[in-house]
């Protein structure tokens, strides 16, 4: 049997390599062509990797993702969270320029286009208060972590986590991500 | 040990069946649970996009599986999302270790190694044993639907191995079975065999010795145990039924013995009246009658002689049957014996118109001893057969010179006729006693049936044979064979035998001159013989026995004494005696004749060892006993009044 499959001539095999990158090729281009919609669709895995404590979903069953500055999703991730679950909870989407409206947020996802002052202002204020359980998602924000957040996405759909800030607002990261994770940053501004 | 093969086989088969579904099933749980297992730690990286990670994954968690050959992630989209291709990796092994760490996370370089590439599907099993592989298609899912889809292929060489193993166990029970068995039947065999063989032995020592005294004395309780008991019991059953048979035989040999005396008795006790109305009838034949009583006489003399002739036949089968039967050894003369015997049946013969042949061969000597009465009887019995059954044409008689040495002489004697023959499926029944060919010949023809069997018995007492030729309606020839003492010219003088009567006729007296004392205590018989002496020209006297013979003796001188051996007072034996050792010596050598109606076995040598010269059987032929007179008196008589 074995024999019979290493017995495939080069030629045959030709056409099933082109049909294969041509379909990596397409996933590129996709990729390329939709990158908030493959953010989105991170932001809904990290969501489902991380584990809130009970007391986070005192207020309703919703899953609250508030959008901090400029949003880059526009309605793709509004229609890609519709219908959608984590954990048997819909997402709510909010969109805000200060963290005073984003309150009862869940996940802050931090749009770019802030200045590095900027951001550590906002975790700080995100993170002054016991219990905020919120999750922290950088856009590809330098220094992102090393200012208190938790997850900075970066290019490539790579991503740094940095623990000791998830441990602070009681986060349990799955392991899933903590190996998914490109850099891993158990770093405390304080 | 047949059964015990196939009942060892059969389960084996079975259990290994069981065995192989249950393997089967678990193996593709564990397959399953494998790929569950890469799904769930992949499905982080396949929504994150990251292959990386999940190729590092499928890697290590496949790496040491030594029987997943392929194994895929699928995204949600259905895109080969990550890939471990055991050829292609071992494919970069062989080339270096530096390009197979690589070659693990790079996907696209196992694709493009890999023996082949699966296709999408969802949750689908494909078992194959024949090509050696099972596909396991198994999807993750979270609320949103699918995450991912992962493939393995397995190869099922743990399974293969497994039932070699099966073939393997299967020799091994069923080898071992059959060699449990068969030692344990060895010496089952033994404790079963033997005993059975041991049986069949002794059954076989008891049919051989017909001893069923016999029994086996193995006591056992088991199935043996009780078929030796019913042997035994059918032993014991077959002995008292023996004992019981035997008994029966014996009291059925007694009383058929008995019979056959009594008949013996019977037949001998009705001769003696039988001759004196025969004698009786001789006489009156010589008295004036008128044509009626003629003819009444001798229907009355035909009667007496035929059922003379029943009779004698009847004594002579007892005789024969209780083996008291002898032969004498007197001379014979061949011609004058069967001549004699086609004279005597001259009358029925001229009646019916038939021709009598004798034809005696030229190489049958003239003169041989035996027993004429007997070879008489035998040729009578098949001449008058012959003559009865024959209604047209001739008979022929004819001896022959069979064989022939210094002391002996073997004659062929035979009778042919015309007749009616005899049909071949009854050849072998007619010497039977009390058959003829059927019973309709004994109604047409009449007879005891006696005759051939008499004849046959009594020619094979003479260590001779007889044999029967036969063609229904053309004739029947029956011959017999006896071997005769050759005849030299001293026996002459040792038997001044009867049937010499040429010999002694030379010198003749009168039978006026010669006087005669009978001696005899019946009354009939007194009579009869007085008469015929007197008839015969002799001077008889008669003394009633012994006794009053001897005082008669002393007073006149006798030219012969016919004396009956048993009377009152004193028997002949005894008389004889006396009258040869007491008399004066011309008185003492008087010729005596005994009468005796006894002709059995030994009765002749004790008249000889009393003293008497010869004998006469009871009831006797009258030609006969003036034959013997005329012997002993030296006197004859042309026989005028005959």
Redesign the interface.
Known sequence: ??KS??N?SPLQ?VP??AV??I??FQ?ESR?QFDEYE?KA??I??FA??VNWPSKAFMEGDKLVLGILGDDPFGDVIDNMFRN?????RAWEIRRAKTIRELKGSHIVFMAQGFKEEEVKTFLQEIYSRNNSFVLTIGDNIPNFCKNGGIINLTPN???TLNIVSANKAQLTI?V??L??ASDIIPYDPN | MFVSLIASSFSTILFCAYDFQQYKENFIKETKQLAKLIGDNNDASVELQQFTPAQRNLNELLNNNTQIVTGVIFDKEQRLFAIYSKTALLQAKDKNIELYDKVILDKDWQISHAEFIPSFSQNNTTFALLENYLDIYVSTFDENGRINTVYLRSDLTSIRERITTYFFMFFLIVGSVLIFVSTLSVPLQRSISKPILELERIANIISKKKDYSIRIKDRRDDEIGLLIDAFNGMLSKIELQNESLIHAKEVAESSAKAKQEFLANMSHEIRTPINGVMGMTDLLQDTKLNEEQKHLLKVLKSSASHLLVVINDILDISKIESGKLSFEEQVIDVKEVTSSIIDAFSIQTNQKGLNTILDISKKVPERIVGDPVRLKQVLINLYSNAVKFTFDGSIIISVRNKFENDKKVTLQFSVKDTGIGIEKDKIDHIFNSFTQASNETTRKFGGTGLGLSISKQLVELQGGQMYIESTVDLGSTFYFEITFKKYIATTKAVSNASSLQKNTAEVQDKPSSKKILLVEDNEVNQMLVLRLLKKWGYVSDLAENGKIALEKLSETDYDLILMDVHMPEMDGYSATKEIRSSFPASKRDVPIIAMTASALKGEFERCKKAGMNDYISKPFKKDNLLQKVQDYTNSKEPLKNE
């Open positions: 049997m074995k499959f290493l495939i095999l099933v390599i294969l990158f379909l990596v996933q990729a493959r669709g991170i809904n895995t489902k990797y959608r679950y984590v954990n048997g759909g790579l991503y799955d899933k991500l190996n998914l």
